[in-house]
């Protein structure tokens, strides 16, 4: 790894800067997704760029929009480079990016770390918040019924913040995301997933 | 614990790219038929977003075997390398659901594999690995649901996957180019399926898990009949308007 030079740090803010395309709340740094920006020789600029989901159509306006941001930073040669090592996870989303998530309506992903997706409960039909689920409201915060298990937290209304929410569908308006219901406020949502 | 295998040649790693590419290209083409027949808006966007992922890992598969255009769209069905499994028509739900259980099982373990290793699957294995954790899960949730709902969904689903337990066996065959011998994730994958099909209250099926001539050839290039029908229409398009850009 070689440390960025000051040049280097600053059009990394302005290609980091670039709004997410599906979700414009978020800028592709606090998505996570903007990997490095190098400056090769005169002025050409080289991004790496890692997509969400492998098959994530996003990718390719994405890397039109950095080009786009970086010429009119008045960098006149732009390559983006799509790069899947190491992968993406949400827990490349940054803090500042999971608040604008949650403002935005939709619950952000719960921490994974080296945990790989998140196991959902398992049963035959929809997962109700049923009495010793971890999605109980009676769950405590980061803690879980799990015996042994590191059963994940609650999935909260981003609406109204209840613990109390089912999922519908584990796939949802795009490939990041599952489809949940609030069960106090009776509002659907949707809930970006853990990968 | 297993053989180890020999260090994969250039040409080697493209052949085995091609497999695996034409695996996740097929089936994904096989869902996308579902859009706008799904029985539920739910699961219309679910086996979209499944397609999508799996379409997303046949563009850097075939990138690694060649230009995934002219691979996708410009060859005769004996060119294909995908297993029978895939290329089977969607059928009834059931029928798309055991599919999904069988191939993502034996994905999941395949790419789990192969993110471990130091082939040049690993990057995409490791990244596509935790999208098929999603695929495996909503085929498990499926099945549970029609094998223990009503008596029309357990028959159904136990017809399904009868049906399609004779081209199981195809995905266990030797690839070259891999560093892991396919034929390793067979237990994993008897046991996974088997637990899943226990509890859903269905039997495990217990015909032969390679047909006569109608299976066990995907690979060699020997295909079903659904799948000539399959690329008529996959590949029309392109054909018919060559170097037509949007």
């Known amino acids: 790894m070689v440390t960025p030079t000051a040049l280097e740090a600053e059009l990394f803010e302005v290609a980091g800067s670039v709004p997410d395309p599906e979700l414009p709340v978020l800028t592709l740094q606090e998505l996570g997704v903007l990997r490095s920006v190098r400056l090769g020789h005169e002025d050409a600029v080289e991004v790496e760029l890692t997509p969400t989901y492998t098959g994530c159509p996003a990718i390719e306006a994405m890397s039109l929009d950095i080009e786009r941001a970086l010429h009119e930073h008045g960098v006149r040669e732009v390559t983006v480079r799509t790069v899947l090592t190491p992968a993406w996870s949400t827990d490349d989303i940054s803090d500042e990016g999971r608040r604008k998530l949650r403002e935005f309506g939709i619950a952000p992903p719960r921490t994974v770390r080296d945990a790989g997706p998140v196991p959902l409960e398992l049963g035959p039909t929809r997962t109700v918040g049923a009495a010793g689920r971890p999605c109980a409201p009676s769950a405590g915060p980061g803690t879980g019924p799990g015996a042994g298990q590191t059963a994940p937290d609650p999935v909260r209304c981003p609406l109204c913040g209840s613990a109390d929410t089912e999922l519908l569908s584990r796939f949802s308006s795009t490939a990041c995301k599952a489809l949940r219901r609030c069960l106090a406020c009776r509002e659907p949502f949707d809930h970006f997933k853990e990968l | 614990m297993t053989r180890e295998a020999p260090a994969p040649t250039a040409a080697h790693t493209a052949d085995a790219a091609l497999a695996l590419g034409d695996d996740a290209l097929v089936l994904s083409h096989r869902l996308g038929e579902l ?27 075939l990138s690694m075997a060649g230009d995934e255009d002219e691979l996708a769209y410009l060859r005769e069905e004996r060119a294909f390398r995908n297993v029978q499994l895939v290329e089977q028509p969607n059928g009834d739900f059931a029928h798309t659901i055991a599919r999904q259980l069988y191939f993502s099982t034996y994905q999941h373990l395949l790419y789990d594999r192969l993110a471990a290793g130091r082939s040049p699957f690993a990057g995409l294995a490791a990244k596509a690995v935790k999208e098929v954790a999603y695929h495996r899960d909503h085929a498990e949730q499926w099945t549970l649901r029609l094998g223990d709902g009503t008596e029309t969904g357990h028959e159904r689903m136990g017809r399904a996957c009868t049906a399609l337990w004779r081209f199981t066996g195809e995905l266990f065959r030797p690839l070259d180019g891999l560093d892991l011998d396919p034929a390793d994730l067979e237990p994993a994958w008897l046991e996974s399926v088997g637990d899943i099909l226990g509890r859903a209250g269905l039997a495990v099926p217990d015909g032969p898990r390679t047909g006569a001539w109608t299976a066990g050839a995907g690979r060699e290039g020997l295909h079903t009949e659904p799948f000539g029908w399959m690329l008529a229409e996959m590949q029309h398009l392109h054909r018919s308007h060559p170097g037509a850009t949007w």
């Open chain 2, 35 to 61: 859009m706008g027949h799904a029985p539920v808006l739910e699961e219309e966007v679910a086996l979209a977003n499944i397609a999508l992922d799996l379409l997303g890992q046949a563009r850097i598969l």
